[in-house]
């Protein structure tokens, strides 16, 4: 009835070999691989095969592509296919979904649903972005206290598809409060004569709707647990979660924070997936605030350019001195937004964050410093350069200059992020631009008035 | 008994209400939250605590203190409860301390493992520390096809204990070579009659002990699995791996990347929990390393003194050059490095990445070129700045060598991370350095030789 071995023969000129014999329905083929064969093909040609998969494949592949796709292929098929599909995904599949829809799109594929997806959909698009309400599947399985293991065991034969979240049964009063949870394992491993009470352990941990995904990554890491229940205020069960989409959760938040670190605005879709123009956008934003940030230092240099005139040489060190200033406060501010998303920080040390901190500075001030005096004392007995005969000089302002640049970046990029916390700003994404032009301006700054203090009278 | 109670009341001066009535029995209190609290105090008030709480929760709180505490405390008990503890741990528990000790010490704890435990733990401290081997639980369920799904029920109640690793169980021949995976939920949501044969569903992922856990992370995502069964070469099941583990292992992976980013090295321990000279070795390594590379800007700043002194105005915009092509050459190299680690890019796309960022390159240095020649034409013709008369030519020297830096600093950034993954180097630790110190000192060298092509004649 269906080949998708030929149509991708015939449409994919790409080498899928290691597909053949596949035809959609053959159970060692997963649902993964297909949607992986399927994103890696030009958009067309990915329709086409689509269309051409059975209607239980199409539903299983579809929550694996990538939003693009999935936009692409529910506008092209037929209304009815398209609302079959959207409504029997698993429940966080399809929240996913619409999650990345916006404005119209999201509601014309909204008018797909039937009344009862739509309203729970509805309701879940109603928590933030990045709360666990976003993340939750709204199947699982429910059991009374009273009922002996068999009893239980039948019961979920009966109402309970074989999927994932039936790996933990939860335990609900009559009102549906969360009472506690029981890995199924247990249902095989004791007596089944017991009662469901009694294999309770009387310790359930769950999140509720509101909790962060951060909150939630805490929480499975502390617990060691694999699916933990979501409630709202009033205890009652309205989800679970299992650790794969917090593990995705996860990296998605890093990956933001990595972006943001380097100066890029987070990505909404992989890099190879992001079209030029709004690559270009994510990157020029930052790049221009930069930009514009660090003119300071054409203007803050103007105000030496009698020093300058006369002393050409304190020009030579100026990337030297202020890319020092740069990297020693990127590395504190690196630090301590790492320590603050993983919760090891909180704005309340920011008084053992900065004496550590004035600390560090001073020692690594010290080396850098060394180091530099060392270089320019060197050159000049080697005769590579001649800094004049006020050698000795130049080499003590650059000295203090390392001592006191490397101080100011270290402190300031401990403390910019906690600042930023303080004012509910995303340390991540402020912090770099402030730190690297604070710090270039006013290393400038210093630089030159220590210059001015140690040479006055003799090449100043 | 024993009362934790008033042990912690009177040796830890916190606030520690929120666990009173705790004995360190009950079941209402998760052994990681006995952890949490031990950790927070005074090492010594902690052992002291420790040595107050029964052994069987000794042995379950250990496995969620930190290694600093872990060693502490495994040095001060006697010698045969330390082993009694240790051999009790679950075996990735186990590895995971061994794993964390080095040279002496770790061959003095090995002696406290029984024989079994010690060749086991000997055996996979042979893999590398990045493998998945080092994750691994070697406790499973294993079950033979020809049972009914009544007889492995029986089988398990009678082998296995209630604990996570009995959430999946593993079907294997007589070699012990995997066969297929069956959560353990079919057997309660299957007519008991069925045999294990009739309720495979054909389709089972594994790992092999040498994979990296990188690898480990891409699979749990792609499959969306809980638990992956981890196989030698032969396919001989040998442990199993569950993804919090992997969570674990992916947050200290991204944690490791954004402090190589950060240009620190990656750190041991949090942040908080490093000692103040380990900190300082790992952040002025690296800053050394930056430094020794920056003054090559010194040095390629004097070849360029002639033209300082005649135009100091140059030198005004210096830093303003120089951190463009850093900012844009740190952008570039953060999508490429965590596409790379994400798996989104390969080695085999850089013909691709090189044409978009070349053309990248050129747009954001249009971009910025235009800004620089805006703001030197404002401050011009306001009198805000007097660049002399040959301002224009200023302004164009700016336009171009920005231009000039911004495609240098893209190509540079995005290219370095490729080529270190090339020469099998880690793109996360180098690439930082090498872009930062080779995009400042080319950056100076463009600026420079531009100049000296429009303002030859003129100002120079």
New interface residues.
């Given amino acids: 009835m269906m080949n998708l071995k030929e149509i991708s023969k015939k449409i994919i000129r790409g080498d899928f070999s290691s597909l053949l014999g596949f035809d959609g329905s053959k159970?060692?083929v997963?649902p993964?691989e297909i949607a992986?064969m399927l994103v890696s093909v030009p958009k067309e040609a990915a329709l086409k095969a689509f269309r051409s998969l059975p209607t239980a494949s199409q539903t299983k592949v579809f929550p694996y592509l990538d939003i693009l796709l999935q936009k692409k292929i529910a506008k092209a098929l037929t209304q009815p296919r398209a609302a079959y599909i959207l409504n029997e995904l698993s429940s966080d599949d399809r929240i996913a979904f619409y999650s990345l829809l916006k404005g119209v799109e999201r509601s014309t594929f909204l008018e797909l649903l039937n009344e009862k997806n739509r309203d729970a959909v509805h309701d879940i698009l109603g928590y933030p972005d990045n709360s666990v309400a976003r993340l939750i599947n709204t199947e699982f399985a429910t059991i009374s206290t009273e009922l002996t293991i068999a009893a239980a065991?039948e019961h979920?034969?009966q109402y309970?598809k074989?999927t994932?979240t039936?790996?933990v049964i939860y335990v609900v009063d009559k009102d549906g409060k969360l009472i506690d949870d029981i890995?199924?394992?247990?249902?095989?491993?004791?007596?089944p004569h017991k009662k469901v009470a009694d294999i309770l352990?009387?310790?359930c941990?769950s999140l509720k709707m509101t909790d962060t995904k951060e909150d939630a990554?805490a929480k499975?890491?502390?617990?060691?647990?694999?699916v933990l229940p979501v409630t709202n205020e009033e205890n009652i069960l309205l989800g679970v979660l299992?650790?794969?989409d917090?593990?995705?959760a996860?990296?998605q938040r890093?990956?933001k924070?990595?972006?943001n670190?380097?100066?890029?605005e987070g990505?909404d879709y992989?890099?190879?997936k992001t079209a030029?123009f709004s690559?270009?956008k994510k990157?020029?934003t930052?790049?221009?605030v930069?930009?514009?940030g660090?003119?300071l230092?054409?203007t803050a240099?103007?105000y030496f350019?009698t020093e300058?005139?006369k002393a050409?040489?304190l020009?030579?060190?100026?990337?030297?001195i202020?890319?020092?200033g740069?990297?020693?406060g990127?590395?504190a501010?690196?630090?301590?937004?790492?320590?603050m998303a993983?919760k090891?920080?909180t704005i309340k040390?920011w008084w053992?964050v900065m004496r550590?901190e004035v600390?560090?500075g001073l020692?690594?001030g010290l080396?850098?410093g060394t180091?530099?005096f060392i270089?320019i004392s060197i050159w000049q007995n080697l005769h590579l350069?001649d800094y004049g005969v006020h050698w000795f000089l130049l080499a003590l302002t650059i000295f203090f200059s390392l001592i006191g640049i490397v101080m100011w970046g270290t402190l300031s990029g401990s403390m910019i992020p906690i600042v930023l916390k303080k004012c509910k700003l995303d340390p991540a994404t402020s912090s770099a631009p402030l730190v690297?032009t604070l710090v270039?301006v006013t290393g400038?700054v210093i630089y030159f008035t220590i210059a001015a203090i140690i040479l006055k009278g003799t090449i100043l």
């Fill in positions: 159970k060692n997963h993964s992986r065991c979920l034969r309970h074989d994932e039936a790996n890995p199924v394992r247990r249902f095989v491993l004791y007596d352990d009387g310790f941990v990554v499975f890491k502390e617990y060691d647990r694999i299992t650790v794969d917090v593990l995705d996860a990296e890093d990956t924070e990595i972006q670190f380097g100066g890029v990505l992989p890099y190879v030029f690559l270009i990157r020029a930052w790049l221009i930069l930009f514009v660090e003119m230092t054409a240099m103007s350019d300058i005139s050409v040489v020009a030579l060190f100026v990337p030297l202020i890319s020092s740069g990297n020693s990127s590395q501010a690196t630090l301590i937004i790492r320590a993983l090891e920080l040390d053992f550590r600390l560090s020692t690594l080396i850098l180091i530099g270089r350069y690297a270039d400038l």
